[in-house]
């Protein structure tokens, strides 16, 4: 029987020869992951299970990003709880400036290709860059797996997506995501996973990857994967912490949908408010007043959206109008900045560089919007209120738009840079 | 069980920062939460939802963060269940986890109104429009998903079955 990627990888999990959409399994999984959020809720419920032990320490991972280090009292506090649980059951942990869950996972060799992840964090998807079915879900269902180290879950139906020709120069996994959400809906892949492929995704780097899979979760899928191909093994050789295995799908997979895009065809894309799905060509967005540009997150936050950012900012300034907040993902990424010279580039420029942290990209702080602002963001999100203020508003963008954009002080081409 | 109360009214992909705003999500505290629920985009829902209430979407409710506070944070302002066209995949489980009524029903969102008094039957699933004299039916819960309601949840269910897993192991070492 064929199969896809997403069924391949759950039937090997369950020692099934063979899953389809719409089944129930149950399925073991390699690593449990849960942030300074979702972590409090999760260790409240486990408690209630009355077990004294996680299933096996080293595949709990609780990374302290969203509010880290702490930003008020009760921040603090939460983080606090996650530690001391962290240190009982030795389970894996990081701490405040260590780095984006999502960036840190893959970069330490966590999360490996064929492993079955779930996150208490929707953005869990980006380890299907590796070859993963990675997925999010909530504290009580990683409580429960916590303690079990499996979990139930109905074999998602999938979507392939198919990106024809080569990309233009400045467009990146972020604008190819943006488009995709942009056409598809921001429920175009309700309950399905999507599988990546075509030339355009054949020579798109690691970076770009994580970015596009990252934001499955902003069409509604449950998980978003690759391929393991070249690329990947170049990444995951040296980092991964475990053995791994390649899964591919079938070339006569039955997929529910199959969608073809023109990838040549494709411009810089922007999202304009409050839905990841307005997506427009950056042409269309041109000159749109903004407040605040953030360049970071799990889905941007990498080494590759630094180089792109800086490319552009290099000895140029920051837009006297505007400020601009950098975020590099992980304290590797920080450290291969500084090495480069990134971060001068950035400080020479006039931005803020901080510590790795979620921070501004969900209104928590280090960048939150006043009533009236607007800010384009490399984040995930555009909701109402998402980075602040219910009365301010997020356009989203990929690095090279979100440097342009901060160096003319208004949403720009990164071509009108080069002109 | 049946459920009588009045409709809180949403369009498509009600996102769980409208439910309850990232800024609001260093407690975990269901009452705390409750305080803050769709400020974001419906600042007086707060004071108009009563206990026993519904609130009633088109598509895609629930969109967007893995954040369970939001499931939470409905439950603990008193609302009965939610009833949506469809939900997004992570709060349709979290609904489920933590105990909050959710029924998907395409015509019950399109043809409910604001302030409209519905009545529920959760077993049945049937939902009847006493304003407008509809009678409609929702969508069954997958069975598995029944299982885990009957069970009070995921956490009862998972406890169960450690037990009997831990009974397995007794009884196995027993021979």
């Known amino acids: ?419 | 069980m049946k459920l009588t109360g009045r409709v809180h009214l949403y369009g498509a992909n009600v996102d769980t920062d409208a439910i309850i705003p990232a800024r609001y999500l260093n407690t975990s505290d269901p009452v705390e939460l409750a305080k803050h629920c769709m400020e974001s985009t419906d600042l007086g829902f707060g004071a108009r939802v009563r206990p026993g209430d519904f609130i009633v979407a088109t598509t895609n409710f629930g969109c967007g963060s893995s954040r369970e506070h939001a499931p939470v944070a409905i439950k603990a302002c008193g609302v009965a269940a939610v009833i949506a066209g469809s939900f997004a995949r992570i709060f349709y489980r979290n609904a489920i986890n933590i105990g909050l009524p959710i029924l998907e029903c395409v015509p019950a969102a399109q043809e409910s109104q604001p302030g409209d008094t519905l009545e529920v039957d959760l077993a049945s699933g049937e939902i009847i429009n006493i304003t407008r004299g509809r009678t409609y039916r929702a969508q069954p819960y997958p069975e598995f998903m029944l299982e885990l309601v009957q069970a009070g949840g995921l956490v009862e269910y998972t406890k169960r079955r450690l037990a009997a897993q831990q009974h397995a192991v007794s009884d196995s070492k027993r021979v």
């Open chain 1, 1 to 419: 029987m064929v199969m896809t990627l997403a069924e391949k990888i759950l039937a090997a999990h369950c020692n099934q020869r063979h899953v389809a959409p719409g089944q129930l399994v149950n399925v073991p999984v390699d690593i449990v992951l849960a942030n300074d959020i979702t972590a409090p809720l999760a260790i409240k419920e486990f408690r209630r299970l009355g077990v004294d032990r996680v299933f096996d320490p080293t595949r709990v991972v609780l990374v302290a990003d969203h509010f880290a280090p702490a930003k008020d009292i009760p921040s603090a506090e939460q983080i606090k709880m996650m530690r001391d649980f962290a240190r009982a059951h030795s389970t894996l942990f990081y701490d405040g400036g260590d780095g984006i869950e999502h960036v840190l996972l893959p970069e330490q060799g966590l999360v490996v290709p064929g492993d079955v992840v779930i996150g208490a964090d929707s953005h869990t998807c980006t380890y299907g860059a590796l070859g993963a079915f990675a997925t999010g879900m909530g504290s009580t269902d990683i409580a429960c797996a916590m303690a079990t180290g499996d979990i139930w879950m109905r074999v998602p139906p999938s979507i392939k997506l198919v990106y024809r020709g080569k990309l233009r120069h400045w467009v990146g996994g972020k604008d190819l995501i943006l488009h995709t959400i942009g056409r598809i809906g921001v429920d175009g892949a309700l309950y399905a996973a999507m599988e990546f492929t075509g030339e355009a995704i054949e020579t798109l780097s690691m970076e770009g990857r994580f970015t596009m899979a990252n934001m499955a979760i902003e069409a509604g899928a449950k998980a978003g994967l690759f391929a393991v191909d070249r690329t990947a093994l170049a990444y995951v050789k040296g980092r991964a912490k475990r053995a791994y295995v390649i899964h591919s799908p079938d070339a006569d997979a039955r997929y529910e949908t199959v969608e073809d895009f023109d990838a040549a065809a494709i411009e810089p894309q922007v999202s304009l408010p409050h839905l990841p799905s307005n997506s427009v060509p950056v042409s269309q967005a041109r000159g749109m007043p903004i407040d605040q540009v953030v360049i970071g997150s799990c889905t941007n936050g990498r080494l590759e959206d630094l180089e792109v950012a800086a490319k552009l900012m290099g000895g140029r300034r920051v837009d006297s109008k505007i400020r601009c907040i950098v975020i590099p993902g992980s304290r590797q990424v920080y450290l291969q900045a500084m090495e480069k010279g990134l971060l001068r580039t950035f400080v020479e420029a006039g931005a803020a560089v901080s510590t790795p942290t979620c921070g501004p990209c969900l209104g928590g702080y280090m960048g939150v919007l006043a009533e009236g602002e607007r800010c384009l963001s490399t984040t995930n999100r555009n909701f109402v209120g998402r980075m602040g203020s219910p009365k301010s508003e997020v356009c989203l963008a990929g690095p090279a738009v979100a440097a342009a954009s901060a160096v003319l002080g208004r949403i720009a081409s990164p071509e009108e840079l080069e002109a």
